[in-house]
């Protein structure tokens, strides 16, 4: 029996939510699976993804193909890392102390690297917020002074004759 590790399509329309599952090649695409590995929400910026490591490191050894989406999701998260640590295990290149180390060097790599993405979208959201809000006060200042009563100068009898005016007399 051929297995799949792939996507089954969650959600409304217009917003989907998937689960990571490992499936029977044959079977339908939101029909019946063998395992539910983990979720995936790209609604959110950064997608959200929760992943069972070692239950899909399980179905790989075994011999389940992800699927294009899948595979980069699994690279994402790490289990196709720790499925080639744990190959260099088996063939005796690596200890299995070794291998959690590098895994879990990797691991800490990978979250400082979210979590500047993330500060970094956080911050941008501030700005434009900021930005946004300096633009309304401008409109808002010029909407006032706009509004604000015109007081007239009046023309007072004793300001003297400018040229133009005296040459019109003089005709």
Known sequence: MPVKIRLQRHGKKGKPYYWIVAADARSKRDGKYLEKLGTYNPNTNPATIELD???????????????????????????????????GVRKGALTEEQAEAKFNAWLEEKTGKIDAKKDGLSKAEADAKAKALEAEKAVNEARIAANAPVVEETATEDAPETEVEASNEEE
């Open 53 to 87: 490591v070692d239950g899909a490191v399980t179905w790989l050894q075994n011999g389940a193909q992800p699927t294009d989406t899948a595979r980069a999701i699994l690279s994402y998260k790490g289990a196709l890392l720790k499925n080639h640590l744990a190959g």
